[in-house]
């Protein structure tokens, strides 16, 4: 997402007016997405494959007793060479889902985002690079939809298993999220507070990031 920027020929002139052109920043869109997709799912293919590894290689009497409670989650999966692979292809597919979710979701306020900050730029300034800001709003809604999300459907999915009750570990989330349980309705009242939480601290880091380009971006026009 922070990589959204724009090149433009230095004897091209920015105007207030500026159109977007919708077929190119569909496609954009869509190449991000797929491209966000891809290293969100290798990242998380390659995460749960090696931390499996490591955890055989330990030695310990029960190796990896905590990770094997993905299993729960992850038909098939354990910690064993066999569950290492699976893992890899939960872990791709799972990635792969949520970032292209998260870009998706991002990308439905990047058409307002970049034609109000193109309409912010001097009629008569030539400019070479154009670094669209983060939208805090729109990256606190995608990623909070998405934390919110795979709590209500981890959760879901214990319940309808059966295991709501047997789920110690997944219980230790009430000390952190008030009202939480394993269940239905707890799903959602956890799920509510930890969208908000992931929201404020999207707005935080926007918010730093973008007046670090700001500041940057008014040094780059002194200097020319």
């Known amino acids: 997402m922070s ?3 724009y090149q433009i020929n230095t004897r091209q002139q920015v105007a207030p007016d500026t159109e977007i052109d919708e077929r190119l920043l569909k496609t954009v869109v ?3 997405t ?3 997709g891809l290293v969100m799912g290798v990242l998380g293919a390659a995460s749960l494959f090696f931390i ?3 955890s055989l290689r330990r030695g310990l009497p029960d190796p990896g007793h905590y990770l094997n409670l993905l299993g729960v989650f ?3 999966y354990e910690v064993s060479p066999t569950g290492a692979w699976i893992g890899l292809l939960w872990g791709g597919v799972i990635g ?3 970032g292209a979710a998260l870009y998706r979701i991002y990308a439905r306020n990047l058409r307002e985002h970049v034609r109000s900050f193109l309409a912010q730029e001097n009629a008569n300034e030539s400019t070479q690079h154009l670094i669209v800001p983060i939208g805090g709003n729109a990256l606190g809604l995608a990623l909070g939809s998405v934390t ?3 709590l209500i459907l981890t959760t879901s999915w214990l319940v309808l298993r059966g295991t709501a009750e047997e789920s110690i570990h997944a219980r230790l989330l009430e000390h952190y999220l008030a009202g939480y349980s394993v269940s239905f309705t707890g799903s959602l009242i956890g799920a ?4 908000l939480v992931v929201y404020l601290l999207c707005q935080l880091w926007s918010g730093i990031y973008n007046s670090i380009i700001h500041i940057r971006h008014r040094r780059w026009r002194d200097e020319r």
């Open 52 to 54: 499996t590894l490591l």
């Open 34 to 36: 797929l491209l966000t």
């Open 148 to 150: 919110a999300g795979s």
């Open 30 to 32: 869509r190449f991000n």
């Open 74 to 76: 992850l038909p098939g």
């Open 96 to 98: 792969a889902l949520c």
């Open 192 to 195: 509510a507070q930890l969208f």
């Open 3 to 5: 990589n959204n920027v």
